[in-house]
């Protein structure tokens, strides 16, 4: 069946609304979009469990400022907001999706609309829709940072340093007591442009047109998202992020020790000497020169040895101090790891102010640098499985919003499988895995005067877990009473 559809004065538009399929025996196999009010994402109910009892949509709406009309308010910054989060949490990158998603009862109920259906407010401007559009959801991602005097000239405003303490803080109240140590995991990563966005530049070393966002890690939680361009370094606006950071740590954890680790990008100068002065710790990766090379000549020829008699790879280190030329203030400890690869040489350096008392030349490559390496799998969940890198706005600020707008939901999905999941097969999912398995599930809603009603699929496999994590959400929070 084909029905027709208006677009301006002469043009019409066929939509099918049945579709035939291959029979079965004698019997026709049709279908269309007539199903009412079900849902792909009943794991949306898990969802809203876990972002009521932590108030992270009312404390991320607490950074904004909403200068609207309240008289024709129809979705709060706080409704707008988790709409956007939770979208992306689903699967949903683009606000095209929510002119369709509008009409989820499942997602309204948990973005917090009293009436989800929307039946109510037909008489209003959204004509029955019980979330926002794609339209409205966009002028909120063109919101402007507060500047002193000019609020009358915006609708809506955000205090971009309330963002950024709000990861912190999620952080920090993670933890029933401080922990001895931490680390600070800094990172860059390239972020494609396909257009002509404010602050795209060409990176030669990815070969692309692009940002630059920092990041700033400990474990799997995520303290810091910075849009930055591809004209500067990725160690630029390192130190300030850490000023902002560690000060905030410090206020609540002031006797915690920090480490900072990061690759050779950030293997600065002023990174180091900023730790050194504020009683911090670093061990950073350093680019190898001839030098350095030279300084483990007779280590690599050993390790070539060892590889040679034993047909397998080799490495031996040496700890050593070191001084550049030019760039660094004075002389620091340097860990050279020299490796052979039964065909080739591989040296690598590293470079810290940690004692060898402490961590000794291999224990501080392999068991405390090396590790970095999980904080790249938590950037290419947040930039793949999350959208960071949705970065299409115009304008950079709105990509930075778009970016922080991911990282909540990273923020959340991180809380999920850290209470939620825990003890579950799920407990390490990727972010993929667990919108699969877990959130992707159907769902019908049906809501009278009395109740709302959320019928799930009864061929879901995985009902074991979902009632588990369901116990585990109400069991974290009657604790966290």
């Known amino acids: 069946m084909l029905t027709t559809q208006g677009y301006g004065r002469n043009t019409t538009r066929c939509i099918r609304t049945e579709f035939d399929f291959q029979p079965a025996g004698r019997r026709r196999v049709e279908a269309a979009f007539d199903g009412g009010r079900v849902s792909s994402d009943g794991g949306l109910l898990l969802l809203r469990e876990l972002t009521e009892s932590s108030g992270v949509f009312r404390d991320f709406a607490s950074c904004f400022r909403d200068h609207r009309d309240p008289s024709r308010v129809e979705h709060t910054v706080e409704e707008l907001l988790a709409q956007r989060v939770l979208g992306l949490l689903c699967g949903y990158e683009d606000l095209n999706d929510h002119d369709m998603l509008r009409d989820d009862a499942l997602l309204a109920l948990a973005v917090g609309k009293i009436d989800p259906t929307g039946e109510q407010r037909k008489r209003e401007r959204d004509r029955g829709h019980a979330l926002a559009g794609k339209s409205t959801l966009n002028r909120l991602e063109l919101a402007k940072p507060t500047v002193a005097g000019d609020e009358r000239y915006k609708k809506i405003s955000y205090d971009d340093h309330g963002i950024q303490r709000l990861f912190v803080d999620t952080f920090l109240a993670a933890h029933d007591r401080p922990p001895a140590e931490i680390v600070l995991d800094l990172d860059a990563t390239d972020d494609p442009v396909h257009g002509k966005q404010e602050g795209r530049f060409f990176h030669g070393f990815y070969d692309s047109y692009c940002y630059l966002p920092l990041y700033v890690f400990c474990g799997d939680f995520l303290l810091g998202a910075a849009l930055n361009t591809a004209d500067k370094q990725p160690v630029s606006g390192a130190v300030e992020e850490l000023e902002r950071i560690?000060?905030?740590?410090?206020?609540?954890?002031?006797?915690?020790?920090?480490?900072?680790?990061?690759?050779?990008?950030?293997?600065?100068?002023?990174?180091?000497?900023?730790?050194?002065?504020?009683?911090?710790?670093?061990?950073?990766?350093?680019?190898?020169?001839?030098?350095?090379?030279?300084?483990?000549?007779?280590?690599?020829?050993?390790?070539?040895?060892?590889?040679?008699?034993?047909?397998?790879?080799?490495?031996?280190?040496?700890?050593?101090?070191?001084?550049?030329?030019?760039?660094?203030?004075?002389?620091?400890?340097?860990?050279?790891?020299?490796?052979?690869?039964?065909?080739?040489?591989?040296?690598?350096?590293?470079?810290?102010?940690?004692?060898?008392?402490?961590?000794?030349?291999?224990?501080?490559?392999?068991?405390?640098?090396?590790?970095?390496?999980?904080?790249?799998?938590?950037?290419?969940?947040?930039?793949?499985?999350?959208?960071?890198?949705?970065?299409?706005?115009?304008?950079?600020?709105?990509?930075?919003?778009?970016?922080?707008?991911?990282?909540?939901?990273?923020?959340?999905?991180?809380?999920?499988?850290?209470?939620?999941?825990?003890?579950?097969?799920?407990?390490?999912?990727?972010?993929?895995?667990?919108?699969?398995?877990?959130?992707?599930?159907g769902v019908v809603v049906t809501a009278s005067v009395r109740r709302i009603r959320v019928s799930l699929s009864s061929v879901f496999p995985l009902q074991h877990v979902w009632w588990r994590v369901l116990e585990n959400l109400h069991r974290h929070h009657v604790m966290r009473r």
């Open 246 to 441: 560690v000060s905030q740590l410090l206020a609540r954890w002031p006797d915690v020790r920090i480490i900072v680790r990061g690759d050779s990008g950030f293997c600065r100068d002023e990174v180091m000497r900023w730790c050194e002065e504020n009683g911090l710790f670093f061990v950073l990766g350093l680019q190898k020169n001839s030098r350095l090379i030279a300084e483990i000549e007779g280590e690599m020829k050993q390790a070539r040895a060892i590889s040679e008699q034993t047909g397998k790879e080799a490495r031996v280190f040496k700890d050593f101090r070191y001084e550049t030329n030019r760039t660094w203030s004075r002389e620091r400890r340097v860990v050279g790891k020299a490796e052979y690869t039964t065909d080739k040489e591989n040296p690598r350096f590293v470079t810290t102010n940690l004692s060898p008392d402490e961590y000794d030349a291999r224990s501080l490559y392999e068991d405390l640098y090396c590790a970095r390496g999980d904080m790249e799998n938590r950037i290419k969940e947040q930039q793949l499985g999350l959208f960071a890198d949705r970065t299409s706005a115009h304008t950079l600020r709105a990509n930075q919003l778009r970016l922080w707008l991911s990282s909540v939901a990273y923020m959340i999905l991180n809380e999920l499988r850290r209470i939620a999941l825990a003890g579950t097969e799920l407990a390490h999912a990727q972010v993929s895995t667990i919108r699969t398995r877990l959130l992707k599930i």
